[in-house]
């Protein structure tokens, strides 16, 4: 029998989710639907909405409800989530948000495609896709045990409803909805939990923490401290090249502000992190078949999955587990619809328009990317249905981010000049084969290679292979890419054997990328006509692998390039037909001062100028 009053809080809560993200998407400029505007929000997110948004890339329903099951099966000192994604953001605001926002990109893999090209982007947006749906699912499982747990609703019932509200405030408003539902969702989470705690805490069945017998603090094997560094480096390194994260970073009004941003949500991450912490420690400290709970005890692994709403089902009163389902209901909802309208974003562009239709409007980018939001939602609500193990598909698509995405993303940011599509492709299937070969005991798949301290019994590896792996793929990239630019440029292979193009046979009238702009806003193409053409189909042709254009431009391809060149030609001939003129006029001195002042325009600035 479903519970009424438990029914009523969370309507009432979804309604205050919906209003508010249909009132934020009212903020989206009228007849403005740019890619900036609707996936960036015209790079206009405040200070006050931003540090709420940008706290929210990690504190979700996955983050609360794993930290408290982390605390109650292996302690605090396995709990490196909160402590791992808090020094990702401080590193991704160090190391990438500055030059990222500089550069002006719409999405985290605009710099891959840059580098190496617009297919190899795509075959890079496949772990970044998955990570992100498989994400969206888990949590989304998540939630609909959660209010089968606390007011006995249908779990299908709960998942498809949260679902449908998530992706129509999303795909009403864009980011404008998810920032502003983050600030809403993220108060809710911390005054839900900190309400639940007290009653929690001095319910009679909990015992002292400070009891012997309750270590919620844990240990760390000898045998698993490799496992642990894997998993903190994982954590920290692998939290940087997620959409979730660039989203927010590209959609700041500055680069200074994107850095600012990320350091005051890692403090975020820890603050929010303190209330899932003491649950997870009182529940350590509870008696469970003292309470009335009727399943079985000691817990088995799908009630320690639920250790934070069985806390508020059984050790709150019935009012006060309502509040805290309100803040697992937000936390789930602000990672749900981040997650689709990152996977999305990333589609429409960097698929669909890069790859497929580089011709392809505005306007028609944007329906693109609705019809992406309600397909990834769709997905993501079947998955959490259907699948067992989302969170095993989940940590095979985050360990899939952190050995192939991050190692790449590090080399395009910094070291661009010293990697190319050669190297990236073999580094991918270098670091693909190493974690494959590792298995996963979580999906069901067999160890193929048994890395030195593999724990039989639990069928782990306890060798640290995705950081080797990790740092195979990028040692790969580098070599690859350093010997097949020597071998090209030696002349020991001929230019027709670059097949890529991104070494020797490069067509001239490629543009690449230049150095970040010192305004800290999107780059700009000013060359006249013919800058109005430039894009991946007209400056290069169907034929262009090489990814030398910066897709961060936007293009714009009403004016054919032969007809450009044309007026180009007509504008330098007249100015210099002006020059002479005047020059005539005025007597020869002047003539040389105003050949110092005019230069004659060289190739290169006739195409573009940065």
């Not at 994107?258 to 899932?276: F, H, K, N, R």
Request: glycine residues 10%.
């Amino acid at each position: 029998m479903i519970n009424v009053a438990g029914f009523v809080s969370i309507a009432l809560f979804y309604g205050l989710i919906l209003v508010v993200g249909i009132w934020a998407g009212r903020k989206k400029q009228s007849g403005n639907d740019s890619e900036e505007e609707v996936m960036l929000a015209g790079r206009s997110i405040g200070l006050f909405v931003g540090i709420f948004t940008m706290t929210a890339t990690w504190v979700g329903g996955g983050y609360i409800n794993g930290t408290a099951e982390a605390i109650y099966t292996s302690g605090l000192v396995w709990c490196q989530a909160p402590f791992g994604y808090a020094l990702s953001l401080v590193f991704g605001g160090i190391f990438f948000a500055n030059p990222m926002r500089k550069q002006g990109y719409v999405t985290m893999l605009d710099p891959l495609q840059d580098s190496f090209g617009e297919r190899m982007g795509g075959l890079l947006f496949l772990p970044a896709l998955c990570g992100e749906v498989f994400w969206a699912a888990g949590i989304l499982a998540a939630l609909g045990a959660t209010l089968s747990v606390i007011i006995d609703m249908d779990h299908r019932t709960s998942v498809i409803l949260s679902s449908c509200i998530a992706i129509f405030y999303t795909l009403f408003g864009g980011l404008y909805s998810v920032a502003y539902t983050d600030v809403i969702q993220l108060f809710c989470i911390f005054i839900g939990l900190w309400m639940c705690i007290p009653f929690a805490w001095t319910n009679e069945h909990v015992g002292s923490l400070s009891d012997l017998e309750v270590d919620w603090i844990g240990h760390v094997e000898p045998k698993k401290h490799w496992l642990y560094i894997d998993y903190g480096l994982l954590l920290v390194f692998g939290g940087i090249p997620w959409q979730v994260y660039f989203q927010r970073v590209l959609s700041s009004k500055t680069a200074g502000r994107a850095q600012l941003l990320s350091y005051v949500a890692a403090a975020g991450c820890i603050l929010m992190a303190i209330p899932p912490v003491l649950i997870g420690a009182i529940a350590k400290a509870t008696p469970w078949n003292e309470t009335d709970y009727k399943g079985p005890y000691p817990l088995t692994v799908d009630e320690t999955s639920m250790i934070l709403p069985m806390v508020l089902q059984y050790l709150t009163p019935d009012f006060v587990s309502f509040f805290g389902l309100g803040a697992v209901s937000a936390a789930v909802m602000s990672s749900a619809d981040s997650s689709v309208l990152s996977a999305a974003s990333m589609f429409a562009r960097n698929v669909y328009k890069l790859i497929f239709r580089q011709k392809a409007s505005e306007m028609e980018i944007i329906w693109v990317m609705r019809v992406a939001i309600i397909v990834v939602g769709i997905l993501a609500t079947i998955m959490a249905l259907t699948i067992p193990s989302i969170y095993g598909l989940w940590s095979m698509c985050s360990d899939l981010v952190y050995v192939i995405l991050f190692p790449q993303l590090l080399m395009v940011v910094h070291f661009k000049k010293h990697c190319n599509t050669y190297g990236s492709l073999s580094a991918y299937i270098v670091a693909l084969l190493i974690r494959l070969s590792g298995g996963e005991a979580m999906l069901g798949l067999p160890a193929l290679i048994k890395y030195p301290g593999y724990d039989e019994e639990t069928q782990e590896q306890m060798f640290p292979f995705r950081t080797m792996a990790m740092l195979l793929s990028l040692i790969t990239l580098i070599s690859v890419s350093w010997w097949t630019k020597m071998m090209f440029e030696s002349g020991k292979l001929p230019p027709s054997y670059d097949y890529f193009r991104c070494v020797v046979n490069i067509p001239e009238d490629v543009v690449r990328v230049g150095d970040p702009a010192e305004s800290g806003e999107q780059l700009s193409v000013m060359a006249g006509p013919l800058a109005r053409s430039y894009g991946a189909a007209t400056m290069a042709g169907k034929d262009e692998r090489n990814g030398r254009i910066n897709p961060a431009l936007e293009s714009d391809d009403d004016l054919p390039v032969a007809e450009a060149r044309r007026l180009n030609q007509q504008t330098a001939q007249a100015q210099v037909k002006k020059m002479l003129d005047t020059a005539t006029g005025s007597g020869g001195g002047q003539l040389s001062q105003s050949g110092m002042g005019m230069a004659m325009p060289t190739p290169e600035q006739d195409n573009t100028a940065f």
